[in-house]
């Protein structure tokens, strides 16, 4: 009867343990992540200066007034990060990117990666080598590192794994990715692809994530057209995603972004001026051909683009609340929604608006105050 | 048990038109076209009634309630070479005659405990 006793005494013991350090992290998450949570640490003193700063529109309305005038910049087409920056610059989150092509070695990017893993041959080799530098991109848009050259991330202290795979995936392949992502200690996992046609098991495994704790969000696609078509079944449109469109330098949305039912959010990445990314096709950009960047950076539109912005926004608010559930996340965002274009939105949601432009500072502070 | 899923499996062949598997609990069919995959030399491609284009290769996907059914039961009923677990719940398998794929994953998916089972589907992934 004692020995019973004692025994029960210390598995509750043991138990109570356990629900104290995961807390810490996420409430959800069971086991050990791959990335050790002290690498998610990060003390550096940021100045927040670097050189890009004055054309990140879509973290601010620039100083630069001839930029702004010339490229048509509206004054409130920014997502309000800057603002954001002053509750949080992304300490203490792993972000994970399913992607295609990175440059591990990008001077903006090295400092923020802690882990790599290419699922085509199972080793840590990632590159951009003969494919392209879409990964790098939209790298550089989440957490491009605060570093006195080229430019600043949305969410420049966050941490990044990134997942290589190839731009023909079977089923299998996505939900390796998407579990290795899991795996690391991830809370937030930014896919700017789309296959149109999401499998049941996919779907699923996306499902267990969200499930865990983690927010998974998708770029909605670029074809302008409604995604309610019968023939789409895409990533962007589940229940437990984080769909995002694009909205424009003229704040209204992006003609070319896809729209529908499921879609959340808008985020900027511009209708003809792109958002500077860390990339080195820069040269068939607008903006580069005015020589106003170097090589390895470039204005980059597309809901691609626009996915890595609501990804870093989320990531600054499990910054400040690491305790949120993706659905709480999700809430936060589109409650917070800057409501654009001139629109009527009808219980806060309009058919091609959704639920407005994301707005850092007011869903950091959401967040914060939850 | 085995020789007779055999039999129920060249059998099936003559009953069926066309291949289908399962996608949220309803059949989606599928029609052989003749181009294919120029990197995957052992893939067919097929067209669903929306014209979206997928590649087949030798391989199923199973996911499965692991309080219910458990994979060995699975290869032990089912003509399944290699088995390969890609993620908790979630397994690669190979199957021995790539023309029965659809088949075999479809009786498979009529398993009690088996949540998904189609062929591993590969497919374009569009950036963004």
Same mark, same amino acid.
């Given at each position: 009867?004692?020995?019973?006793?004692?025994?029960?005494?210390?598995?509750?013991?043991?138990?109570?343990?356990?629900?104290?350090?995961?807390?810490?992290?996420?409430?959800?998450?069971?086991?050990?992540?791959?990335?050790?949570?002290?690498?998610?640490?990060? $003390?550096?003193? =940021?100045?927040?200066?670097?050189?890009?700063?004055?054309?990140? /529109?879509?973290?601010?309305?620039?100083?630069?007034?001839?930029?702004?005038?010339?490229?048509?910049?509206?004054?409130?087409?920014?997502?309000?990060?800057?603002?954001?920056?002053?509750?949080?610059?992304?300490?203490?989150?792993?972000?994970?990117?399913?992607?295609?092509?990175?440059?591990?070695?990008?001077?903006?990017?090295?400092?923020?990666?802690?882990?790599?893993?290419?699922?085509? $041959?199972?080793? #840590?080799?990632?590159?951009?080598?003969?494919? #392209?530098?879409?990964?790098?991109?939209?790298?550089?848009?989440?957490?491009?590192?605060?570093?006195?050259?080229?430019?600043?991330?949305?969410?420049?202290?966050?941490?990044?794994?990134?997942?290589?795979? #190839?731009?023909?995936?079977?089923?299998?392949?996505?939900?390796?990715?998407?579990?290795?992502?899991?795996?690391?200690?991830?809370?937030?996992?930014?896919?700017?692809?789309?296959?149109?046609?999401?499998?049941?098991?996919?779907?699923?495994?996306?499902?267990?994530?969200?499930? %865990?704790?983690?927010?998974?969000?998708?770029?909605?696609?670029?074809?302008?057209?409604?995604?309610?078509?019968?023939?789409?079944?895409?990533?962007?449109?589940?229940?437990?995603?984080?769909?995002?469109?694009?909205?424009?330098?003229?704040?209204?949305?992006?003609?070319?972004?896809?729209?529908?039912?499921?879609?959340?959010?808008?985020?900027?990445?511009?209708?003809?001026?792109?958002?500077?990314?860390?990339?080195?096709?820069?040269?068939?950009?607008?903006?580069?051909?005015?020589?106003?960047?170097?090589?390895?950076?470039?204005?980059?539109?597309?809901?691609?683009?626009?996915?890595?912005?609501?990804?870093?926004?989320?990531?600054?608010?499990?910054?400040?609340?690491?305790? =949120?559930?993706?659905?709480?996340?999700?809430?936060?965002?589109? %409650?917070?929604?800057?409501?654009?274009?001139?629109?009527?939105?009808?219980?806060? /949601? $309009?058919?091609?608006?959704?639920?407005?432009?994301?707005?850092?500072?007011?869903?950091?502070?959401?967040?914060?105050?939850? | 048990?085995?020789?007779?899923? *055999?039999?129920?499996?060249?059998?099936?062949?003559?009953? *069926?038109?066309? @291949?289908? *598997?399962?996608?949220?609990?309803?059949?989606?069919?599928?029609?052989?076209?003749?181009?294919?995959?120029?990197?995957?030399?052992?893939? @067919?491609?097929?067209? &669903?009634?929306?014209?979206?284009?997928? !590649?087949?290769? &030798?391989?199923?996907?199973?996911?499965? @309630?692991?309080?219910?059914?458990?994979?060995?039961?699975?290869?032990?009923? *089912?003509?399944?070479?290699?088995?390969?677990?890609?993620?908790?719940?979630?397994?690669?398998?190979?199957?021995?005659?790539?023309?029965?794929?659809?088949?075999?994953?479809?009786?498979?998916?009529?398993?009690? !405990?088996?949540?998904?089972?189609?062929?591993?589907?590969?497919?374009?992934?569009?950036?963004?």
């Amino acid at each position: 009867m004692i020995k019973t006793l004692f025994l029960a005494l210390l598995f509750i013991f043991f138990a109570s343990c356990g629900g104290s350090n995961s807390s810490n992290t996420s409430p959800n998450i069971q086991t050990t992540p791959l990335v050790d949570q002290s690498l998610l640490i990060d $003390n550096r003193v =940021l100045t927040l200066q670097d050189p890009y700063r004055k054309y990140l /529109w879509h973290i601010e309305y620039s100083t630069h007034s001839d930029f702004n005038q010339y490229y048509q910049i509206h004054s409130e087409a920014s997502a309000n990060i800057a603002k954001a920056w002053e509750l949080s610059k992304g300490e203490g989150v792993l972000i994970a990117i399913i992607d295609n092509g990175f440059d591990v070695t990008h001077e903006d990017l090295k400092d923020n990666i802690v882990l790599t893993y290419n699922i085509a $041959n199972k080793t #840590s080799n990632v590159s951009n080598e003969g494919i #392209s530098t879409h990964g790098s991109a939209i790298a550089g848009i989440m957490v491009a590192s605060s570093n006195d050259v080229g430019s600043i991330g949305v969410a420049p202290k966050s941490k990044i794994v990134l997942i290589q795979d #190839s731009l023909l995936s079977s089923d299998a392949d996505i939900i390796e990715a998407f579990d290795y992502a899991q795996r690391s200690g991830a809370r937030v996992v930014n896919c700017s692809w789309g296959t149109n046609a999401v499998s049941d098991v996919v779907a699923s495994k996306i499902r267990e994530l969200y499930d %865990s704790g983690i927010v998974v969000v998708f770029a909605s696609g670029n074809d302008g057209l409604s995604l309610d078509r019968a023939s789409i079944s895409d990533e962007s449109e589940l229940a437990w995603v984080l769909g995002v469109g694009s909205s424009s330098e003229f704040n209204t949305k992006s003609s070319y972004s896809s729209y529908g039912r499921s879609i959340d959010i808008l985020a900027p990445s511009g209708e003809y001026m792109g958002i500077v990314a860390t990339d080195d096709y820069g040269i068939y950009q607008i903006g580069d051909k005015e020589r106003l960047l170097d090589d390895g950076y470039t204005f980059f539109s597309g809901t691609s683009a626009s996915a890595p912005v609501v990804s870093g926004i989320v990531a600054l608010m499990l910054s400040v609340n690491p305790n =949120l559930t993706p659905e709480q996340v999700r809430e936060i965002i589109i %409650s917070n929604a800057q409501k654009i274009g001139g629109v009527d939105y009808i219980a806060g /949601w $309009n058919r091609k608006y959704a639920y407005g432009k994301i707005d850092a500072y007011a869903s950091v502070l959401a967040a914060k105050e939850y | 048990m085995r020789h007779s899923m *055999y039999l129920f499996l060249i059998l099936s062949t003559f009953v *069926y038109s066309s @291949d289908f *598997y399962y996608q949220n609990k309803q059949k989606v069919y599928l029609e052989k076209v003749s181009n294919s995959f120029r990197s995957y030399s052992n893939v @067919d491609t097929f067209k &669903d009634e929306n014209n979206m284009t997928f !590649g087949v290769s &030798d391989e199923i996907v199973i996911e499965l @309630d692991e309080k219910i059914m458990s994979i060995e039961k699975i290869v032990a009923k *089912y003509p399944l070479l290699k088995v390969e677990k890609i993620a908790s719940r979630y397994y690669r398998c190979k199957v021995q005659e790539r023309s029965k794929i659809f088949k075999i994953a479809a009786k498979i998916y009529h398993e009690q !405990g088996v949540l998904s089972s189609h062929p591993n589907f590969i497919r374009q992934k569009y950036q963004r």
